[in-house]
């Protein structure tokens, strides 16, 4: 079975501090995504990876960044927490863009 | 973009009756893909139909795809509380990444 873990459940963080949300997969996917997720909003894609050192922007790639140095794992890091960054967030993996993603719990982070 | 949208928002049925949700897309896509979510958790996956089908099966589940009428459903039959969650429906037209719905919430009532 594939297996996509974040690094926390939960997190609470203050409005200027630089936050690392961490993502595994153990199934030598080439393709990694963040999203976040909020009410009426559904899933919006933050940002996405398809190799290792390769990144591509997704719908709302602002106020955030990521890093890929291995394929196994892909950070989604926050420079500068702001409040309305308070979301779920949550990672995924697949084998093809356009196959399967396997996600992870979720990471539901509040910005103080 | 080629966003899926779920139709209704949110469903409540009884326990043992069957549960229908939609999906409508604005493109061409090469497959459409259904997701369940527990409150709370990350997304599981439940089926896949590519385009050049019409239907396809998954124990409780059916999923059906019209290409021209650029829609999806989803049928749950003889739902349990367990099927509680909310589904969305994911559509990708090449190779970008998948695009989601806002989902349905469907509550079953025991």
């Known amino acids: 079975d594939v297996k996509v873990t974040q690094s926390s459940r939960y997190l609470v963080k203050r409005t200027g501090e630089k936050v690392f949300l961490e993502c595994v997969q153990d199934?030598?996917?080439?393709?990694m995504f963040w999203y976040r997720q909020d009410p009426g909003l559904g899933l919006r894609l933050i940002y996405f990876s398809y190799d290792v050192k390769m990144k591509e922007k997704g719908d709302i790639p602002e106020g955030y960044s990521v890093s890929r140095e291995k394929k196994e794992r892909f950070s989604l890091i926050l420079e500068s927490a702001s409040t309305n960054q308070t979301s779920m967030y949550l990672c995924?993996?697949?084998?093809?863009?356009?196959?399967?993603?396997?996600f992870g719990p979720g990471t539901r982070l509040l910005v103080l | 973009s080629q966003q899926g949208e779920e139709d209704p928002q949110a469903l409540s049925i009884q326990e043992g009756e069957n549960a229908t949700m939609n999906c409508s897309y604005k493109t061409s896509i090469n497959n459409l893909q259904w997701y369940r979510q527990n409150s709370g958790r990350g997304l599981v996956h439940l089926i896949l139909?590519?385009?050049?089908?019409r239907e396809k099966h998954s124990g409780r589940l059916r999923v059906t795809l019209d290409t021209s009428k650029k829609s999806s459903s989803l049928l749950i039959t003889a739902s349990r509380a367990a099927d509680t969650a909310s589904y969305f429906c994911?559509?990708?037209?090449?190779?970008?990444?998948?695009?989601f719905g806002k989902g349905t919430r469907l509550s079953v009532i025991a």
């Open positions: 139909i590519r385009s050049n089908e």
């Open positions: 994911a559509t990708d037209a090449g190779n970008t990444p998948l695009v």
């Open positions: 199934m030598d996917h080439e393709n």
């Open positions: 995924a993996s697949s084998r093809d863009v356009q196959e399967t993603q396997y």
